[in-house]
């Protein structure tokens, strides 16, 4: 993950990034002189990091411009990861005041899943995921209080670890909830992220024995049958199946338990007055400043204020409770196997059931922290309709960590490699000058065909290398036009899209077939200036015309004035 090449490739791939991933960012040459200085275990490692963390000299803003300020010194967790060779890229957007499981809730933007356009990146940790997602950055820090660093993991396709309790210090965060925060970590395997963990332990912070043990056969638990509710999602249940089968053949034994407490857990943390402690926390500056705040999280932290002294002994009470019922579920097993998140929706769902959603997203994260668990999401295959990434979650008492990691390594090595097919149409056909984008990222070409005939074709004006931009039309007037399929690994296609400029976007394109898969589409103002081309049928038959177009005229001159063209 280090060298010269590689900073070169981010930079310039970040400079096109989505600029909804950043809050603010460091300049090039400062990148570049870190990455020279860079020594460590992480040396030259790319570093991205939420905006509710503190970087010295730069705003952390919490997602809430009004809110910013800029801190004298950094977080002890960036200041490890910095001193262990990691790079600081920049900061990272987030569900304002990371209140949020969804990551549209910030005023710099929402953002959405890189391997699933339309879906929801997932919260409050949005930017974070996003920069591991496309490949921009090898390591991301977030923060996890209901799930913030878990479920955008999950719709990302990447790495979430969710650390015990207190094992980072929390010094410099922007307090969610204080006494359940946690600084999170997104990688793209569970290795790199066990690695920021380790350079970022604070034994001070919680004293406590992290095991080393990586069981062999660990018992993991699975909710009884009919326990597990996933609102329609078919696949996901599916892939969670297929997610137990798979460490059931790592030597897992499977044991069932009862996920009541669980879930009751969960409730308590927007249900309960743990609610409070986010009042407690920003309450003051929202009712300060109402006009500054996101409407969804103004309404969450204020309804805090109304939770009473009694209230919170009786929660106190409540969840001691639950983990007493819990008990008997961990004396039979060493971790808690669950769906990270049972649901991926769009991000038109998400605006419309703000609430709603929300809850849906963390019906199997929000009781980790209140019961001291640890815990880990990785990818577990991906939604065949939707292309929407699905996450298992394995939890185990406080200080599992690193047998958590031990599992979620073993899992991947037994990953099918799951593929996106997707449809080129100019610059990256076979032949073509940015082919080289697809090749060199192992990418198969599956099939030459044509899309449906409801596309238009146009010449963008001012694109280098020249690009064609493909537009869906709904007025009858539509041809089909020429297209390569590529297939490549879901964490390929994250860095393939992370080099796509705009106006040029990933969506999805209707093949002459029916068959739907990802594929180039532009915006529709890219069109401005643009020649239709769609005549042609496709683009090198455009570029074919133009050229010999060029050649003819090449050749009437050189008749003209005797030159041979050399």
């Known amino acids: 993950m280090t060298g010269a090449a590689h900073l070169a490739n981010a930079l310039g791939r970040i400079a096109q990034s989505n600029p909804a991933i950043w809050i603010s960012r460091c300049p090039d040459d400062a990148v570049a002189a870190e990455a020279g200085r860079a020594d460590g275990p992480l040396a030259g490692a790319l570093v991205a990091v939420k905006d509710n963390i503190d970087v010295m000299g730069m705003p952390t803003t919490a997602g809430c411009p009004a809110f910013a300020y800029t801190p004298d010194h950094s977080a002890p967790a960036v200041d490890r990861l910095r001193a262990a060779g990691g790079v600081l890229v920049g900061k990272t957007n987030l569900d304002q005041f990371a209140t949020g499981l969804v990551g549209t809730r910030s005023p710099y933007g929402a953002l959405e899943s890189v391997l699933a356009p339309g879906i929801i990146s997932g919260g409050s940790s949005s930017g974070s995921a996003v920069a591991v997602a496309a490949g921009l950055v090898d390591i991301a820090l977030g923060t996890d209080t209901a799930g913030s660093g878990r479920v ?58 992290v095991t080393s043990a990586v069981l062999a056969a660990p018992r993991v638990g699975v909710p009884a049958p009919g326990q597990l509710e996933w609102f329609g999602d078919i696949e996901a249940a599916a892939l969670f199946d297929a997610a137990v ?83 008997g579920g961990w004396a039979r097993m060493d971790v808690l196997a669950l769906p990270t998140t049972a649901i991926a929706p769009t991000v038109e769902e998400a605006l419309a059931n703000p609430h709603g959603i929300h809850a849906q997203l963390g019906t199997y994260t929000t009781f980790v922290n209140l019961m001291d668990l640890c815990a880990l999401s990785i990818p577990a295959g991906v939604r065949a309709t939707s292309g929407a990434p699905f996450g298992l979650q394995l939890a185990a008492p406080a200080f599992s960590d690193v047998m958590l990691t031990g599992l979620g390594t073993r899992f991947e090595a037994t990953a099918p490699q799951a593929t996106v097919a997707v449809a080129v149409v100019g610059a990256h056909l076979s032949g073509q000058p940015l082919n080289h984008q697809l090749t060199r990222r192992g990418a198969r070409l599956v099939a030459a065909t044509h899309t449906a005939p409801t596309y238009r074709l146009h010449h963008l004006a001012g694109t280098v290398p020249p690009k064609p931009g493909l537009v869906r039309t709904n007025d009858g007037d539509g041809v089909a036009i020429e297209v390569e399929v590529w297939e490549l690994t879901t964490a390929a296609f994250g860095a393939f899209t992370a080099e796509v400029p705009a106006p040029l976007g990933i969506g999805s394109v209707t093949l002459a077939d029916g068959t739907v898969v990802k594929g180039f589409i532009c915006e529709p103002a890219g069109l401005a200036d643009a020649r239709d081309i769609s005549e042609f049928g496709g683009w090198r038959a455009y570029r074919a015309d133009a050229s010999a177009s060029e050649a003819r005229r090449g050749t009437s001159s050189t008749a003209e004035t005797g030159q041979t063209g050399q």
């Open 152 to 209: 955008p993991a999950a719709l990302n396709g990447i790495v979430g670890l969710k650390p015990t309790r207190g094992l980072v210090s929390r010094d410099g965060v922007v307090p969610a909830c204080r006494s359940l925060d946690c600084v999170s970590v997104f990688a793209r395997t569970c290795a790199d992220a066990a690695l920021a963990l380790a350079c970022m332990c604070d034994s001070d912070s919680r004293p406590g024995a």
């Open 245 to 327: 089968a798979r460490l059931r053949a790592l030597g897992s034994s499977i044991v069932e338990v009862d996920l009541t407490p669980f879930l009751a857990a969960g409730r308590l943390l927007y249900e309960g007055p743990w609610i409070a402690e986010r009042t407690a926390a920003i309450g003051e500056f929202v009712s300060a400043h109402p006009d500054d705040v996101h409407p969804v999280v103004r309404e969450v932290v204020l309804a805090g204020a109304n939770r009473t002294a009694v209230d919170a002994y009786r929660g106190a009470y409540r969840l001691e409770e639950f983990a007493e019922q819990a008990a």
